[in-house]
């Protein structure tokens, strides 16, 4: 192995970190039907939520509008909260529902 490849192999991060990074959520809007794709950054989207008795984070916080690209216009509300180890516990919606993965790849079909 050469100089180059160690050292890059030291700054990435394992292809593991790299699939753990961003979340994906898909969603319908309750006023046209149009499906989105909403993105979550877990490393920089999070805000952490504390108690104010001490520096650890309770839990963390993500909110998303989302808007479609057809004529509808109507924006779509996501609240989302994780936990202290960056695992979804709660998520809400406002101006739409929640679709699987499936379903939104099955419309670009």
Not at 17 to 45: F, P
Not at 62 to 88: A, D, P
């Amino acid at each position: 192995m050469d100089i180059y490849k160690k050292v890059s192999k030291l700054f990435s991060s394992p292809d593991s970190a790299k699939t753990d990074r961003i979340m994906y959520l898909y969603v319908q809007c309750d006023k046209c039907g149009e499906m989105l794709q909403a993105r979550v950054d877990m490393w920089n989207e999070l805000s952490p939520e504390f108690d104010g008795k001490s520096d650890d984070a309770l839990y963390y916080h993500c909110r998303k509008v989302l808007v479609g690209e057809k004529r509808c216009y109507q924006s779509i509300e996501l609240t989302l909260k994780f936990n202290k180890n960056h695992k979804l516990i709660e998520k809400q919606i406002n101006g739409g529902k929640y679709i699987e993965e499936k379903e939104f790849n099955n419309q670009e079909s």
